[in-house]
């Protein structure tokens, strides 16, 4: 198959070029990706010169740029991860997640729409279903949840997964969504909670904690993210929504004593912020249908996989250091050129 990945220079589409290129050596991965401030070219370093990986830099909402993609390749499926994903970001400036998450989203599926796929696959967040209370820990979402979004960030993502719903039932695209809930793991962007810690305390820096530190997130390794996805393009069913998520419910002050235990530092490093307006306050995801009906279950305990995550980040400082300073900006130009 040939497949375009759109957003791996980012964190999820980063891991999941590197686990397809493993994993099916037989594919041909396409990474589309703008290189916004999130991508990052250091994440695809290794793969560069892989004879069934190759790069475009493009906007997916710069329709021109698209179609040539698709008129030279035509790519079996598409794999949409490109995104704004920032939270607070979407709060600040909301109109670049309209047009990068729902314009670029609706430029995708007009691409597949005029020159044909086997498989549209959006990435999507738990995001989209807004939050459930915190004193009521037997609610769960499930894909029937109804969407009611919070930020402006799972707005656009949810406008996005109605567009590509839309484009399913009006024109017969063949098409997946699967909603995950939060990950973390290898080449995560420094201002996400986990790596921000960890290059905090690395740094010898206070770890900022919104409010109280109560809200609940449920935490998936990046990897185990990859393996499901890869399962719904091969055999989910086309025109499904698929929740994908670890049963591994934390709250965030939980998540940051596990990382600070784990580096061997002790509370005396959180510093508590002012929370986030609208703040989301609790996710939990049932991912019961992936289970049942693709077979698909996570393999990463939270503990193992906060342990291989900070153990990547201590091998990897260069990677991370090039965020912080700004020099990983200049690698694609360096490295790279025009190509
Ligand atoms: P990220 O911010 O790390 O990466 C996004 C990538 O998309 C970057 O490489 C960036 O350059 C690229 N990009 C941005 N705008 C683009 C555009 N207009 N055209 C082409 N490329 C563009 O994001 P992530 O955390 O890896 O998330 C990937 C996807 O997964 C997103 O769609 C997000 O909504 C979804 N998701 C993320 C999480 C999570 O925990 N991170 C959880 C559930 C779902």
Redesign the pocket.
Known sequence: MKIIV?????????NFVHYMLEKHPEDFIIC?????????METLADVMDNKNFKFVK?????RDAVYALFEEEKPDVVV???????VDRSIDNPGIFL???VI?TGVLLDACRKYGIKRYHQ?????VYGDLPLDRPDLFFTEETPIHTSSP?SAS?ASADLLVMAYHRTFGIPTTIS??????GPY??PE?LIPLMIANVLNDKPVPVYGKGENVRDWLYVED?CSAIDLIIRNGKVGEVYNIGGHNERTNLQVVKTVLAELGKGEEMITYVTDRPGHDRRYAIDPTKMHNELGWLPQTKFDDGIKKTVKWYLEHRDWWEHIISGDYQNYYQNMYGDR
């Open positions: 759109t957003g791996g220079a980012g964190f999820i589409g980063g589309l990706d703008k290189l916004t401030y999130a991508g990052n493009a906007d997916i909402a710069d949409n991860f490109a995104a704004e994903s920032h047009q990068t998450n670029g990435v999507s967040t738990d995001e960030y993502k909603r995950c809930s939060n990950n973390y995560h962007f996400k993210h």
